[in-house]
């Protein structure tokens, strides 16, 4: 079984009202599937739909068309407070900004997500140790945001969406705040993750970033033009 089936996905935004609405076909038709350990990197210029693709991947928005299955389950039409328990339980987000909370701790900003779900406070301690320590953060438990270098917020951010043992990593543009070397760390940690058996679906419009990937997959306005295996 496939971990991620769209088909048909299409999403159109609108602004404006009456006949001063305008409409952008965002994506259109998007067919796509993502199997379990693949290592996938959705290449496309500015406006070409990557990162619409994967809000929709990651439950933070709804297509307007076509329908979305993630392990099996039809999410296509679930409200908000469905998507985020599916969101909580089986996605983990990278961003480019890192969003930790300035005054938290490491191990406090990777355990936040787990006390929203409500676990236990030796169970989401433990978890979080145990993601710092796989992306070699395990010595900067205790230390703040600003006492870490930006690879190092980013592998927070990394932590963070590991501890949730999720089903599948998204990342949008993990290495944008990035200086060249930083970029090149967080990358192979990427590539060290999937290794391990993780699903890793990453947004780039740097070719250097988009080499670690398996899988190419290039958008251009709202439309898949090439998927490349390599």
Do not use: C, W
């Not at 009456?18 to 199997?35: C, F, H, P, S």
């Not at 936040?112 to 978890?127: E, N, Q, S």
């Amino acid at each position: 079984m496939a971990l991620v089936e769209l088909q048909g996905v299409a999403k159109v935004y609108r602004s404006g009202s009456g006949r001063r609405t305008v409409e952008v076909m965002a994506l259109k038709g998007i067919d796509l599937t993502v199997e379990e350990g693949e290592f996938i990197a959705i290449m496309g210029p500015s406006g070409s739909g990557k990162s619409t693709l994967l809000h929709i991947l990651g439950l933070l928005d709804r297509p307007s068309a076509g329908t979305y299955r993630l392990a099996g389950q039809d999410v296509t039409a679930l409200d908000e407070t469905e998507a985020a328990r599916v969101r909580n339980r089986t996605i983990g987000f990278v961003f480019q900004a890192f969003f930790l909370l300035p005054r938290a701790s490491a191990l406090k900003n990777v355990e936040l997500p787990l006390a929203y779900r409500g676990v236990p406070l030796r169970a989401r301690r433990a978890a979080a140790e145990e993601a710092l320590a796989a992306v070699g953060l395990e010595d900067r438990l205790d230390h703040l945001p600003s006492e870490l270098s930006g690879g190092q917020k980013q592998r927070v951010a990394i932590a963070r969406a590991l501890a949730q043992e999720p089903a599948i990593l998204l990342a949008d543009e993990p290495t944008g705040n990035l200086d060249s070397e930083s970029g090149r760390e967080v990358m192979r940690l990427f590539s060290e993750l999937h290794a391990r058996g993780r699903t890793v679906v990453i947004v780039t419009h740097e070719p250097e970033v988009a080499a670690y990937a398996h899988r190419v997959i290039r958008m251009r306005d709202g439309e898949v033009v090439a998927d490349e295996v390599r």
